[in-house]
């Protein structure tokens, strides 16, 4: 999947918020080497450069175009394109941040066990991911797929709900690492714009679908989506958009 960073950063703010709000209960106080996993377009690395000013920060995605704007935009940082599957560092590191990645990949139950090992002993694992997969956001793209002439291309892709709850998380992880913390937040974002729920999800979570059609059947599925999430998230009388989010947070320490 190409990634479009231009689209991804129309929310840039609301996209940052959870990752700020994770990177402020890391208590890693002086770590040689912090990788930003999934690292996308690198908006995060001036707040974990200014967080760690001495540690030598990475940053790993596996899209060209993203990395491309991280490097111009942040020539400061070290930047890897890697199959975030497969990536593994040289040696393990001090702080594994990955922000609203590992909803994109499958596996967890061998996935996470794999990242707690290329973390130092004393060193930490802080994850992010969306869990509103059952929010009209994410269930209108279920209906587009379910109920159009482009169904059987692309059902096969269509994950309803790839991130676990959080009990089955704290269940795979806490016989493996020290200490263990999870929670859930739910954000109210407050959208500007036309549709913005649809201009939100166009840049992330729609986009997978939007990728395998083209032409006129892919702007007849981006027109029906926008119909159904226009209809579940009417505007305010002061015509912006709320739109509730919830993101599910794993601090593990070695």
Not at 40 to 60: D, F, I, Q
Request: negative net charge; glycine residues 6%.
């Amino acid at each position: 999947m190409a990634w479009d960073p231009t689209q991804y950063l129309k929310f840039a703010n609301e996209r940052l918020q959870p990752a700020l709000d994770l990177l402020g209960r890391i208590p890693a106080q002086a770590p040689e080497t912090v990788v930003d996993f999934g690292c996308g377009a690198g908006n995060l690395s001036p707040m974990l450069r200014a967080r760690w000013p001495h540690a030598k920060l990475l940053g790993v995605d596996s899209s060209p175009e993203m990395l491309a704007k991280a490097r111009t935009d942040h020539p400061g940082v070290d930047f890897v394109q890697a199959d975030v599957a497969e990536w593994q560092p040289d040696a393990p590191v001090d702080v594994l941040f990955s922000n609203a990645t590992l909803q994109w990949l499958t596996n967890h139950e061998i996935l996470l066990p794999g990242l707690l090992r290329h973390v130092k002993p004393g060193g930490w694992l802080a994850i992010q991911m969306p869990r509103n997969f059952d929010a009209p956001s994410h269930t209108c793209s279920v209906e587009t797929v379910e109920q159009g002439p482009w169904r059987d291309k692309l059902l096969p892709h269509l994950r309803r709900r790839p991130v676990w709850p959080p009990a089955d998380y704290w269940r795979l992880l806490q016989d493996r690492v020290s200490a263990l913390s999870l929670w859930e937040t739910d954000y109210i974002q407050v959208l500007s714009g036309e549709n913005p729920v649809a201009e939100f999800t166009k840049g992330t979570w729609l986009k997978q679908f939007l990728d395998r059609l083209e032409g006129e059947e892919r702007a007849a599925f981006e027109a029906d989506y926008r119909a159904r999430v226009a209809k579940a998230y009417p505007r305010e009388q002061d015509g912006r958009t709320l739109f509730p989010f919830k993101r599910l947070f794993i601090l593990a320490q070695i």
